[in-house]
């Protein structure tokens, strides 16, 4: 958390997997938006993408990725996200 902390303001977005060691993923998702409410999460996970996706938008991520994922998925759900940074839109891509 330190590392996002000293950064953060040159940090455009973060990936997070469900499934890290430690606090895991919805908690370091409630540390990050805690820090910087504007702060843009995508969150990845090989768990049912259903049910993820869904818990990851009410925890405030700004989109999910299921696992296995293609490096194209990944590239287009980041780029979207960053796209609707600069429009000021609405990022959440799911």
């Known amino acids: 958390m330190g590392f996002y902390q000293e950064l953060y303001g040159d ?3 973060v990936l997070l997997d469900l ?3 430690g606090m895991g993923g919805y908690k370091c998702l409630q540390e990050l938006s805690r820090m910087d409410p504007s702060v ?3 969150i990845s996970s090989g768990y049912s993408a259903n049910g993820n996706a869904d818990a990851a ?3 405030g991520a700004a ?3 299921g696992k296995p994922y293609r490096l194209k998925e990944l590239a287009a759900t980041v ?3 960053l796209s609707e940074m600069k ?3 609405e990022a959440n891509l799911y």
């Open 40 to 42: 843009k999460v995508v």
């Open 11 to 13: 940090i455009a977005l």
């Open 63 to 65: 989109g999910f990725i």
């Open 57 to 59: 938008q009410a925890a």
């Open 87 to 89: 429009t000021g839109g």
């Open 79 to 81: 780029r979207g996200i």
């Open 19 to 21: 499934n890290m060691p």
